[in-house]
């Protein structure tokens, strides 16, 4: 599975968005790619899943890739339930 | 015993003053330390290495238009000075990348050592703007003393440390307002701007009136995609300049014949390319180090609160964002013309600092003083990135002056031209 964290400019806060979503889904027991890139480069790269934050979601209106929302970069209880709510969804949790 | 200091020699003689290879090497051993897989390895050491060459030839890309806006501002406004060249970031790269990579490492210790030991207890995990402070740092130290060699890195580092340990707890007050809990901190170089942004916002407005209760047109959107907005707004520089100073004065002496509209527009396409390829590169190369750093402070100050980029509160007020955005730009260009007509500078607006500062000013003064601190906070931060570019870039005349037209936040401007004034009083 690949998951892109996306911001503004690709920067620092994706990273940061990055090293929390791996960890979320270490503890869930995932395996992903998880790369951290700006809104341009994600609407070109083929993944399973975005996760970004709400000011970058309509710079991404015309892209195929589920969007995963997420207020708090760093709240790992908030990353965890947004991300099992998709995974959910797909099938890929029960 | 001869053999080995041959070695180290030829190590630090061939691979330390290379900073491409001294960054790869870096994530190497980090990537060995975290036990990661050898394919993980290879790939991540490299990338390291790769980014950090790519983010040069963004450079030079983006810098090269920057650049070219001197010269019609200073035709336009009939300012006679020439614009401050110095060594130039390509070769000043070159020149000093290796002990700006290593300072930054040797100041993320110190500043693991004071979250460790003091009551503040930031980490500082915006990766890109640590290599730019650690960048800047060296640039104005290099510019106005003699220091170099150890001396140098040892200084820079120890500054480095104490500024990403102190600047996140200078801005805590309002970074607590703004996400609603003490959990993360402000690890952004637009830190002076949003702290008066959140300062000031306190009294033009009241919080209740928050901005995110106003509707923005979404087809402004658009503007938050950083090529477009980057591209468009040098266009739109370069465009109000030629028509001042003239279009046949710039079709004769800037652009070699070409129409000055397709000349305005090109460049101002070319800019927002090579911020692209500068960040791309950027990005590939904090990618392994920042995890590995974020690692180590895990396991040594458990309880560490990181500092993290600026946009990560743009989140808690996206239209707030939106205001402080067009507030900064719109100030920093009406700032270009009064300064360029007054002839007391020439103003080149650094388009990636109206992006990170302008949003992060917005949402600091919308927390205090809701949609009116959030336009205030875009004027106070043109004012103060405007003038700090008027107090640094004489400093640093000497070496990296390109830096500041094409990137100079509050806190290089203000911090860096005070580091700066003191190195030239002491004489070292």
Redesign the interface.
């Known amino acids: 599975m690949k998951i892109l964290t996306v911001?503004?400019?690709?920067?620092?806060?994706s990273?940061?968005l990055?090293?929390y979503v791996?960890e979320v889904l270490r503890a869930m027991g995932l395996k992903a790619q998880v790369?951290?890139?700006?809104?341009?480069?994600a609407m070109s790269t083929p993944a399973d899943l975005i996760v970004t934050?709400?000011?970058?979601v309509?710079?991404l209106?015309s892209t195929k890739t589920p969007i995963v929302v997420?207020?708090?970069?760093?709240?790992k209880a908030e990353i965890r339930e947004k991300l099992e709510e998709h995974f959910k969804q797909k099938g890929i949790l029960p | 015993m001869e053999a080995i200091r041959a070695l180290a020699q030829w190590l630090i003689d061939n691979i330390f003053n290379q900073p491409a290879l001294l960054l790869g090497l870096v994530a190497f051993v980090g990537l060995i330390l975290q036990r990661k897989p050898f394919g993980e390895i290879m790939m991540g050491s490299l990338k390291t290495a790769g980014g950090f060459l790519i983010m040069n030839t963004g450079v030079n890309t983006a810098v090269a238009v920057a650049l070219k806006l001197a010269p019609i501002l200073n035709k336009a406004f009939g300012v006679a000075s020439e614009p401050y060249v110095g060594i130039g970031m390509t070769k000043f790269t070159e020149m000093y990348g290796a002990p700006v990579a290593t300072a930054m490492f040797f100041g993320f210790l110190i500043n693991l050592l004071l979250a460790r030991l003091t009551p503040f207890k930031y980490i500082y995990?915006?990766?890109?703007?640590m290599w730019w402070m650690s960048y800047l740092i060296i640039a104005v130290i290099t510019a106005t003393s003699g220091l170099s060699g150890a001396p140098l890195i040892m200084l820079t580092a120890v500054l480095l440390g104490l500024y990403w340990t102190l600047q996140p707890a200078y801005t805590q007050k309002y970074a607590a307002k703004i996400?609603g809990s003490n959990?993360?901190a402000l690890?952004?170089t637009s830190a002076l701007a949003a702290l008066a942004a959140g300062w000031i916002g306190g009294f033009v407005g009241k919080p209740e009136d928050s901005a995110e209760k106003l509707e923005i047109p979404?087809r402004w959107?658009?503007m938050?995609?950083?090529?477009v907005f980057s591209s468009l707004l040098n266009a739109a520089a370069l465009l109000i300049a030629s028509l001042a100073a003239g279009p046949a004065w710039v079709q004769k002496n800037v652009t070699g014949g070409q129409n000055f509209v397709v000349f305005a527009l090109l460049q101002g396409i070319t800019y927002g390319a090579g911020l692209?390829i500068l960040?791309?590169g950027?990005?590939m190369f904090?990618?392994e180090i920042?995890?590995a750093f974020?690692g180590i402070a895990d396991k040594l100050v458990p309880n560490a609160k990181?500092a993290?980029?600026?946009?990560?509160f743009?989140?808690?007020a996206?239209t707030s964002?939106l205001l402080g955005f067009f507030s900064m730009t719109i100030t920093m260009f009406v700032l270009m013309i009064v300064l360029g007509v007054t002839k007391l500078w020439v103003l080149i607006p650094p388009m990636?600092v109206l992006?990170?500062t302008g949003?992060t000013v917005g949402v600091f003064g919308n927390a205090t003083g809701g949609w009116k601190g959030a336009i205030i906070g875009g004027i106070v931060g043109a004012l103060i990135t405007a003038a700090g570019q008027m107090f640094l870039i004489p400093i640093i005349a000497k070496t990296v002056p390109d830096l500041v037209y094409f990137a100079g936040e509050a806190d290089w401007n203000w911090w860096g031209g005070l580091l700066g004034a003191i190195l030239r009083l002491l004489r070292l």
């Open positions: 911001c503004g400019a690709g920067q620092g806060s990273l940061i990055r090293i791996e790369e951290a890139m700006d809104g341009s480069w934050g709400p000011h970058m309509k710079v209106s997420v207020k708090n970069f760093v709240n | 995990l915006t990766g890109h703007l996400t959990d993360i690890g952004h979404e959107a658009f938050k995609d950083l090529l692209t960040l791309a950027v990005r904090i990618a920042i995890p974020k990181p993290v980029d600026g946009p990560v743009w989140n808690f996206p964002m990636i992006f990170g949003g």
